[in-house]
């Protein structure tokens, strides 16, 4: 088993008006002995921005501002900028987040040279409603092999009330996350289309186009990476932080989600992924990483998450920052070599 020291919780909601509910899911990006996180922000009535704190080391805390750092501008973000990942290449800071309308959650973009200034890309996930989704998938599924039933869960959940067809109504996409360099020159990059984890390579982002993804939908079973495989992650998986790059492969850590008879449960999980090839999956832990198990943990605006979403690497301490219970920011952490002994064994 993998050592696991949780270090308790580091960022908790203020009494500024727009972190006054929650303070959850970080994104992180380590510049030496500089973190920079990026973390949902949740004031009352469930309305989400981007706050900003940033750290000398893995956990002293030395600046946090008061005010969001990016905010709701546009319709597709009105209620929500949820949950960013953050990457830099070359010399542009690449944060991707969950935007969220109200009924809507899909993957979009944002870049900055600076974290300071940002500019908006837009929505960049698959801009269809169910009935679309449905019935490109379903063309997968004639002519590949069969998708995991779960695939079809929303069409036939949203059929059976009437909204299948409802324009407003698109596909959810969420953790959008990419990796931290181009892959054999192409920008790749992680989502979740529910249950699983698929890939996406390209050459630009203008390459992400309506044609581009209903040719990627059709062939969809080849893009999965990881779907559910055992009762830890039965309901669903999601991609935490930005892959790892190692000599082993891409250390992925991810949620999966557990459902139990009081209620679903969010584990961490850890992956590997071929290095020039990282939809080829070489190996997964066959156990969770941690789960719930501190009262912080357990206890909040929803009960029983460990949602780990950025890391810093100090030597061989890989330090895992996650959002626990939707209210706090926590780290724990891991021999880095430890964790990839363990799932080298699984090779």
């Known amino acids: 088993m993998v050592k696991i020291e949780k270090l308790g919780i580091i960022l908790s909601p203020t009494d500024n008006e727009f972190e006054n509910s929650g303070v959850f899911n970080p994104g992180i990006y380590q510049d030496g002995n500089t973190i920079h996180v990026l973390y ?115 069409y036939n959940l949203f059929a059976q009330i009437g909204l299948v067809e409802d324009e407003l109504r698109l596909l959810r996409d ?12 192409k920008f790749v990059l992680l989502h979740r289309i529910w249950p699983g984890i698929q890939i996406v390579e390209f050459d ?38 930005p892959p790892i790059e190692t000599e082993f492969g891409w250390l992925i850590i991810y949620h999966g989600v557990e459902e139990t008879t009081t209620g679903k449960v969010y584990h961490a999980r850890a992956a590997l992924l071929q290095l020039d090839q990282p939809e080829i999956e070489l190996s997964r832990l ?27 690497l100090f030597g061989n301490d890989l330090y895992l920052y996650y959002g626990v219970a939707d209210k706090h920011v926590a780290v724990a952490k891991l021999d880095i070599n430890e964790l990839l002994l363990e799932l080298r064994k699984q090779c």
Not at 93 to 106: K, R, S, V
Not at 174 to 185: E, Y
Request: with cysteine; hydrophobic share 35%.
């Open 40 to 154: 949902r922000a949740v004031e009352h009535g469930n309305f989400s921005t981007i706050g900003y704190a940033k750290m000398d080391g893995p956990l002293k805390v030395t600046e946090r501002h008061e005010k969001p750092l990016i905010t709701r501008d546009f319709d597709y973000e009105k209620h929500g900028v949820e949950d960013a990942r953050i990457v830099k290449i070359e010399d542009t800071y690449y944060i991707t987040y969950t935007a969220y309308d109200g009924i809507n959650a899909m993957g979009a973009l944002a870049t900055s040279k600076d974290l300071i200034h940002f500019e908006k890309h837009g929505i960049i996930t698959p801009n269809i409603n169910y009935q679309e989704y449905e019935n490109f998938v379903t063309f997968c599924d004639i002519n590949k092999n069969k998708l995991n039933p779960k695939y079809h869960q929303y």
């Open 174 to 185: 969420k953790d959008v996350v990419l990796f931290p360099r181009k892959i054999n020159g």
């Open 204 to 241: 630009d982002w203008k390459d992400l186009t309506e044609s581009f993804w209903e040719d990627y939908l059709k062939n969809l079973v080849n893009h999965i990476v990881l779907d559910p495989k055992d009762i830890y992650e039965v309901n669903y998986i999601g991609a935490g932080g």
């Open 286 to 312: 066959l156990y969770p990483l941690f789960s719930p198990t501190k009262e912080w943990e357990i206890e909040g605006k929803v009960r029983n998450i460990v949602f780990p979403t950025g890391h810093a």
